[in-house]
């Protein structure tokens, strides 16, 4: 072990590589790979996930999984893989529910991120910001000229954007547009121009929200724009 752990480090000084390093970029591309799919998200939130149980054994740091809602969470994921031991296909519910911890580690990796590293905040919300504003211009286009940058026509009835035939362009617009906003306000206090940039974005989410035709995505982006 003392060898493997040896080689390790002397591999990471000779290309100065970092783990929190390599993390910080793996999150602060979730916005924009995001967009492309579900396996490039899901591929860097678990990379993530598990660089940073690798640091934790490395540095013998265990403090961030001291945390009363990773215990719930524990608790919660332990009954998930329990109902899928006991279901009618186990192995089957199982695919869903036996790496779904990946998230609760995923939450501590962020948190450590924003603990040890004081650009992460900023580097994320521009990510956002810049995840956005493509959105916003590729989508729009869509609207008024039937297809947008990466070529995926529009129907007439339902904006989808880029995820093409995927309509789900709303739902992840709702999901993520609170998070930006809260961001912005926190990081870009001092700078008006990206907050007056990211409230023009925000208004034009809400139109985008809109003309996807999803209620529920509609309903709680109005909910939050009022608030």
């Known amino acids: 072990t003392y060898t493997i752990k040896k080689k390790y480090e002397i591999m990471l000084n000779k290309y100065n590589i970092s783990l ?14 995001s967009i492309t799919g579900p396996f490039l998200s899901d591929f860097f939130l678990s990379l993530s996930s598990l660089l ?6 490395i540095k ?3 403090k961030y999984f ?9 608790i919660w994921y332990f009954y998930l893989v329990f109902l899928s031991l006991t279901s009618k296909y186990p192995l089957l519910s199982l695919q869903s529910s036996l790496f779904y911890c990946r998230f609760g580690v995923f939450v501590l990796c962020v948190n450590f991120l924003i603990i040890n590293n004081k650009k992460f905040l900023k580097f994320f ?20 000229f039937y297809f ?5 026509k ?14 789900i362009l709303g739902s992840y617009l709702s999901r993520l547009a609170p998070l930006f906003i809260g961001l912005t306000f926190i990081v870009f206090k001092n700078n008006n121009k990206i907050v007056y940039l990211s409230i023009i974005i925000f208004v034009f989410i809400d139109l985008l929200v809109y003309l996807s035709g999803e209620r ?3 309903f709680n982006l109005l909910f939050f724009s009022v608030i």
Not at 20 to 33: A, E, R
Not at 52 to 57: E, G
Not at 125 to 144: D, K, N, R, V
Not at 154 to 167: A, I, M, P
């Open 154 to 167: 529009y129907d007439g009835t339902r904006l989808s954007g880029v995820f093409g035939d995927e309509k």
């Open 66 to 74: 001291k945390n009363i809602f990773f215990f719930i969470f524990l």
């Open 60 to 62: 013998k740091n265990y």
């Open 125 to 144: 919300c521009l990510s956002l910001l810049i995840t956005f504003a493509f959105l916003t211009l590729s989508s729009f286009f869509q609207y008024f």
């Open 20 to 33: 929190p390093n390599v993390m910080f970029y793996l999150v602060i591309s979730l916005p924009v790979v």
């Open 216 to 218: 529920a995505a509609f």
């Open 148 to 152: 947008d940058f990466l070529g995926n």
């Open 52 to 57: 940073f149980l690798i640091y934790c054994v």
